[in-house]
């Protein structure tokens, strides 16, 4: 998920009932939520190196304690840097490393929960785990997550206008009542997930046996879903609505051909960026461009006696219409140019040149 959700999350486990055990347990919390995006600085790296290094080991159930450890350690050095001042609340070391350990994991339970996933178990296991059934950014999280904070607030103004002696931890009953909302709106999406892939598996959408299948998740609407299957031959794209039982596709416009393996894909798919594309994609298609040029990135300067190829790295995951048009460079897209079907000259992902 993104920022926004991690540290109202954090905030909102904080002022649940953590905060009446030890003081900073909000900002612990908060800061723990979302402290596994550090990983983030990688992408000054590089674009491969950030998609490598995004969402790996601080990601892991065996980070997490190390997370949250990291965040006491912090809370730490500001508690000893005032110090000084007196403080209406004990500090509970215990307690709020607990906070900052929940906190720490109710990030990889959100990441967990939309369609880019993360690897718990890396490197001990590689394999990436996502839910699919929650959006990447999800504004009913935000609306629930920001009642939670507010509310309070505005309450207690009322609170001081008419007299009304002030509580010293407002809003453990809002934070708890987010929390128990977001927890509710998962389920509700999960199954209303399952459900879009039940109805897939009992209409014949393709002409052909189907391998696999996926159902990707729009934000807001919880009915709504993209739908991917995968044959021997071409994937299909399909929009589902579970409230109707409705699914709609055209073969002739919602079909791709699975292209060629040109020996110019071969050797991309050996480049930095096509060995990291395809560790993390879990529904890739590599595709050979010939002469076009990539968007953002020109094309080798060569000698008429040598030629030059664009490779595309696209994943179907995040290739619809809420996140790319057709005809644009989709989403965690990738190009690649390859010289003479054996040599790389230059990468991109996702708009940003590889250095």
């Given amino acids: 998920m993104e920022p926004i959700t991690h540290l109202l999350t954090g905030a909102c486990i904080g002022r649940a009932g953590f905060n009446r055990k030890s003081a900073y347990a909000t900002a612990a919390a908060a800061l723990a939520a979302e402290a596994a995006d550090i990983d983030v600085l990688w992408y000054f790296a590089g674009p491969v190196a950030g998609l490598k290094h995004h969402r790996g080991f601080t990601h892991t159930l065996w980070a997490a304690p190390l997370v949250a450890a990291a965040v006491?350690?912090?809370?730490?050095?500001?508690?000893?840097?005032?110090?000084?001042?007196?403080?209406?609340?004990?500090?509970?070391?215990?307690?709020?490393?607990?906070?900052a350990l929940t906190a720490a994991l109710s990030h990889l339970l959100l990441d967990w929960s939309n369609n880019y996933g993360l690897r718990p178990?890396?490197?001990?296991n590689p394999r990436w785990y996502a839910g699919s059934f929650m959006f990447i950014a999800e504004p009913l999280l935000w609306i629930l997550f920001a009642l939670a904070l507010v509310m309070p607030w505005i309450f207690g103004l009322a609170d001081r206008?008419?007299?009304?002696?002030?509580?010293?931890?407002?809003?453990?009953?809002?934070?708890?009542?987010?929390?128990?909302?977001?927890?509710?709106?998962?389920c509700w999406r999960w199954a209303e997930h399952a459900h879009a892939l039940a109805l897939l598996d009992n209409?014949?959408?393709?002409?052909?046996?189907?391998?696999?299948?996926?159902?990707?998740?729009?934000?807001?609407?919880?009915?709504?879903?993209?739908?991917?299957?995968?044959?021997?031959?071409y994937f299909q794209?399909?929009?589902?609505?579970?409230?109707?039982?409705?699914?709609?596709?055209?073969p002739r416009q919602d079909r791709l051909y699975k292209p060629a393996d040109t020996p110019a894909v071969e050797v991309a798919k050996r480049t930095s960026l096509g060995q990291v594309y395809l560790d993390w994609s879990s529904w890739p298609v590599v595709r050979d461009q010939g002469h076009a040029a990539v968007p953002g990135l020109?094309?080798?300067?060569?000698?008429?006696?040598?030629?030059?190829?664009?490779?595309?790295?696209?994943?179907?995951?995040?290739?619809?219409?809420?996140?790319?048009?057709?005809?644009?460079?989709?989403?965690?897209?990738?190009?690649?140019?390859?010289?003479?079907?054996?040599?790389?000259?230059?990468?991109?992902?996702?708009?940003?040149?590889?250095?």
Avoid: M
């Fill in 237 to 250: 794209s399909a929009e589902i609505d579970t409230r109707t039982g409705a699914i709609e596709t055209d």
């Fill in 72 to 99: 006491l350690a912090a809370v730490w050095l500001f508690h000893r840097w005032r110090k000084t001042r007196p403080h209406a609340q004990t500090v509970h070391w215990l307690w709020l490393y607990l906070a």
């Fill in 298 to 355: 020109a094309p080798p300067q060569l000698p008429p006696s040598r030629a030059w190829t664009a490779v595309e790295f696209t994943d179907l995951r995040f290739d619809y219409a809420f996140l790319a048009t057709r005809g644009r460079a989709s989403v965690l897209g990738g190009w690649v140019y390859i010289v003479d079907n054996r040599d790389e000259a230059g990468e991109i992902l996702n708009g940003r040149v590889q250095r």
């Fill in 161 to 186: 206008e008419i007299g009304a002696r002030r509580s010293p931890f407002r809003g453990r009953g809002w934070a708890i009542f987010a929390l128990c909302g977001a927890a509710a709106l998962g």
């Fill in 121 to 124: 178990l890396f490197p001990f």
């Fill in 203 to 233: 209409v014949q959408l393709a002409s052909a046996p189907v391998k696999r299948t996926a159902a990707e998740p729009y934000p807001i609407n919880p009915f709504r879903w993209h739908a991917i299957l995968e044959t021997a031959d």
